[in-house]
């Protein structure tokens, strides 16, 4: 038997007609969303409506200008990006040092390679012949700066210590985070700075470390190209080169444009496996707790 109550609670229940299930509108999202097809839609029309000539894009992908060019880019790349690491984890150390002399060179140089234009320095290297007419040990050897500082060096040192500055910064926000219990860890068991540095605190930094300086390394990529303003014969440079003669300068920027997008996605993909071999221990890490 039911009691009053529950019998009183149980005709509500009965009488009460199902709820009915109104999907949720989202008419903010579509009408985003048939706008942005529709400007796509509209810059797909133009180009293909275009006074393009994509024979020429086809034939020019892979001219040997173009091709040398990409070549030069991706070893500026490389090689300027190799400098700003070395000179990044040796400013980020000097920053932490207890030496003011140290911290102090290693903050003026990122205060003045970060706030000034990379066009600008690479322009101030190329022209370095202005200031210093020679270079070399007074009475031992001497060479005309003109000759040495050529357009790959020019673009080498402007790049990669610009670079460094940056990377110093990724660096060193990489060993902060590192509890300062390993520190003092390594420290008790007698291991040298340098050392503890290299062995302990490097290693549990770099998953830190190395997003943003994967970011970096795709960056460099198209700051590359800034390097045509000094005659380095990258990419740009030479599809430039190519379009001053014929001009077909849509055709040779879409040329240039589909290479470095080529190039900046096989350099995220390989940041993304990377990343992914770093931040495995951190996983482990983390379901122990």
Partial sequence: MLSAAEQAQHSMTAEQPPLERVRRRYWG??????????????????????????QTVGRFLTARTILMGLVNTIVMTILAMALGIALGVITA????????????????????????????????????????????????FALRTVDVMTPFLAALLGLGINQGAYTSEVVRA???????????????????RLQALRRIILPQAMRVIVPPIGNELVSMVKLTSLASVIQYAEMLHNAQNIYYANGRVIELLIVGAIWYLVVVTLLSFLQTRVERRYARGAGRASSRQ
């Fill in 29 to 54: 999202r579509y009408v985003a969303s048939a706008a942005i097809i529709v400007v796509i839609g509209y810059i797909v029309a133009a180009f293909a409506r275009g006074q393009i000539e994509w």
């Fill in 93 to 140: 150390v000097m920053r932490l040092s207890s030496n003011p002399v140290l911290s102090s060179i290693a903050q003026g140089y990122v205060w003045l390679f970060r706030g000034t234009p990379v066009i600008l320095q690479l322009l101030l290297w190329f022209n370095l012949a202005l200031v210093f007419p020679t270079i070399g040990i007074p009475g031992v």
């Fill in 174 to 192: 990489g060993l902060l985070s590192v509890d300062t219990g390993q520190y003092e860890a390594a420290k008790s068991i007698g291991m040298p």
